[in-house]
């Protein structure tokens, strides 16, 4: 449906409407061959908690489309910051098979800690993501993140944001 190049794109977009309502740049889409089944920016500041990553929320209406249905083709992640590994434990779950990001996020990131996790091997369907890119949109994402860090979100998120642009 998407190229990694289109994919992330569209994940950009969403992360713009959530800057736009002073939320962090994080947004993500979840497809699979024939539509886009769940899209959200993360939700901290309109939600008042904590738990509502972009990746997260993307999955769970994803989720909500699917129920026990199979997806057509393959399930596919794109989010502008490297999943943390919540939310990548959420996709395994849902059964993506490809996860494609645009910025690294070397101190939460959990990519590196998933490609050492050696899945169980009694469940078959519980596996790791086969492909796993990120760098795509790079320069764009960490643009987000400076605008962020300049505006007027919480201290502690603003210096994160700072620390990724």
């Not at 998407?2 to 794109?9: C, L, Y």
């Not at 899209?39 to 990746?55: G, K, N, P, S």
């Not at 990519?111 to 996790?117: A, G, I, N, T």
């Not at 091997?121 to 760098?135: D, I, N």
Request: aromatic share 8%.
């Amino acid at each position: 449906m998407f190229s990694p190049h289109e994919a992330v794109g569209t994940a950009l977009d969403v992360a713009r409407e959530g800057l736009e309502h002073g939320e962090m740049p994080i947004g993500a889409i979840v497809f699979d061959a024939d539509r886009v089944l769940g899209r959200a920016y993360t939700q901290e500041r309109a939600l008042r908690r904590r738990i509502v990553h972009a990746d997260l929320l993307a999955l769970l209406q994803a989720d909500e489309a699917l129920g026990f249905t199979r997806p057509s083709g393959e399930l596919t992640l794109a989010v502008t910051l490297e999943p943390c590994l919540m939310c990548l434990g959420a996709a395994i779950t849902l059964g993506v098979t490809r996860v494609w990001f645009a910025l690294e996020s070397p101190n939460d990131g959990g990519v590196e800690l998933v490609r050492s996790w050696a899945p169980p091997t009694e469940l078959a369907f519980f596996a790791k993501p086969r492909e796993v890119l990120g760098g795509i949109h790079r320069e764009e994402a960490r643009a987000l993140f400076a605008e962020y860090a300049s505006g007027t979100g919480p201290v502690g998120m603003r210096e994160w944001a700072r620390s990724l642009s």
